[in-house]
């Protein structure tokens, strides 16, 4: 595994290894489990970022459930976007359902907030929220973030999904951005 790598036009170090996200992982599938293993849940993964995580997570989980895929864009490079974009493929009935929104990282909590409020809009019963990685300090809203990760700083990260400028999102860990 490369201790550093470069993209395009920025340098990245290891910040968390494959081992650690995956222990994180088993222990997020094993919280969904115990909590929602009779709810036949919708699992919502939010693209792009989301997809290696929300693999890695639904091979863990054993019981019956849904999986569909939704689409927010809320970044341009490193710096957030004034403006959330819409929504995309929000196409199954929610009504009274368990709903779980997986997502790679909470930030600011703005994506996450788009995405309760339609989903509190369409009528779901019970929304929970699982992220691979959160970062506390950037986080500004209220919402639950019900099934964590691991909480990082406010910095910069790739890998595991994650991307810079659409790219490093296949790197097996997850990196920092060198200051
Ligand atoms: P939020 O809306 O500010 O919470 O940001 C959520 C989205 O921004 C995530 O789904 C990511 O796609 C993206 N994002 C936030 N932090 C990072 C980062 O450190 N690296 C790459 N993408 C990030
Ligand atoms: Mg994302």
Redesign the pocket.
């Known amino acids: 595994m490369p201790q550093t790598v470069k993209i395009l036009d920025k340098s990245f170090k290891v910040l968390i290894h494959r081992d650690k996200i995956s222990k994180a992982v088993k222990s997020i599938a094993k919280n969904i489990t115990s909590d929602l293993k009779n709810s036949n849940p919708l699992f919502l993964i939010?693209l792009n970022?989301?997809f290696i995580f929300a693999a890695d997570l639904l091979k863990e989980i054993s019981f019956p459930c849904e999986i569909s895929f939704i689409k927010?864009s809320?970044?341009k490079g490193?710096q957030?976007a004034k403006e959330?974009s819409q929504l995309i493929g929000m196409n199954e009935s929610v009504v009274n359902r368990t709903v779980v929104v997986v997502?790679?990282?909470?930030?600011?909590?703005?994506?996450?907030e788009k995405i309760y409020k339609e989903l509190k809009s369409k009528k779901a019963k019970d929304i929970k929220i699982a992220c691979a990685l959160f970062?506390p300090d950037?986080?500004k809203k209220n919402y639950s973030i019900n099934y964590t990760g691991i909480k990082i700083e406010n910095?910069?990260?790739?890998g595991y999904g994650?991307?810079?400028l659409e790219q490093g999102r296949n790197l097996k860990d997850i990196y920092v951005l060198k200051k």
């Open positions: 939010v970022g989301a927010v809320s970044y490193t957030q959330i997502e790679d990282i909470v930030d600011s909590g703005n994506t996450i970062k950037a986080y910095d910069f990260v790739v994650l991307d810079y």
